[in-house]
T-cell receptor, first 111, second 113 residues
């Protein structure tokens, strides 16, 4: 069964603006990861946040995790046209490498 | 140097045929995975192997059979292809099955006519 649900499904912003994507999940997790997928390409790992962490930064990316609400958010600051892609959250609950993906948010950044 | 590679990139075939997709990783990882991404971009794990041993086997028709000749390769063989098998299939690898980051291949777009 699908674990993650992402919101919004699509987001269109101007270059320079911030983009926020949300992910909700259903069961307890070991960690939550965010991946990016450019059109016609494979997924690229962006950032991982463990269940005992609340916030993590990587460059222009900021991820938060609220385990009480079973939700996470990905913030991309000062967006660029090159950030145009689909973004997926994925949860790991089993320590077997079994990632359960959300349905993704399609981000369009207009130059 | 491509870390995780898949062949072919595109595969168009008729219903009822048997086809294989190959995957190779040069990262020295122990664990490899197959995922299926449907037309709505929903990504679902199918199988994983750790050091040639099957770890994850999701509810997948037994027409799909993974084969791992060594830990750097995980191939996917599909028998009696059906229209619903049309999708993009991604191979991925990780250091081991408890390691967090998975590295994905570029995908194989399978179209069944």
């Amino acid at each position: 069964s699908q674990q993650g649900e992402e919101d919004p499904q699509a987001l269109s912003i101007q270059e320079g603006e911030n983009a926020t994507m949300n992910c909700s999940y259903k069961t307890s997790i070991n960690n939550l990861q965010w991946y990016r997928q450019n059109s016609g390409r494979g997924l690229v790992h962006l950032i991982l946040i463990r269940s005992n962490e609340r916030e993590k930064h990587s460059g222009r990316l900021r991820v938060t995790l609220d385990t009480s609400k079973k939700s996470s958010s990905l913030l991309i600051t000062a967006s660029r046209a090159a950030d145009t892609a689909s973004y997926f959250c994925a949860t790991d609950s089993s320590n077997t490498g079994k990632l359960i993906f959300g349905q993704g948010t399609t981000l369009q950044v207009k130059p | 140097d491509t870390a995780v590679s898949q062949t072919p990139k595109y595969l168009v075939t008729q219903m009822g045929n048997d086809k294989s997709i190959k995957c190779e990783q040069n990262l020295g990882h122990d664990t490899m995975y197959w995922y299926k991404q449907d037309s709505k971009k929903f990504l679902k794990i199918m199988f994983s192997y750790n050091n040639k041993e099957l770890i994850i086997n999701e509810t997948v028709p037994n027409r799909f059979s993974p084969k791992s000749p060594d830990k750097a390769h995980l191939n996917l063989h599909i028998n009696s292809l059906e229209l619903g098998d049309s999708a993009v299939y991604f191979c991925a690898s990780s250091q081991d099955y408890s390691t967090d980051t998975q590295y994905f291949g570029p995908g194989t777009r399978l179209t069944v006519l």
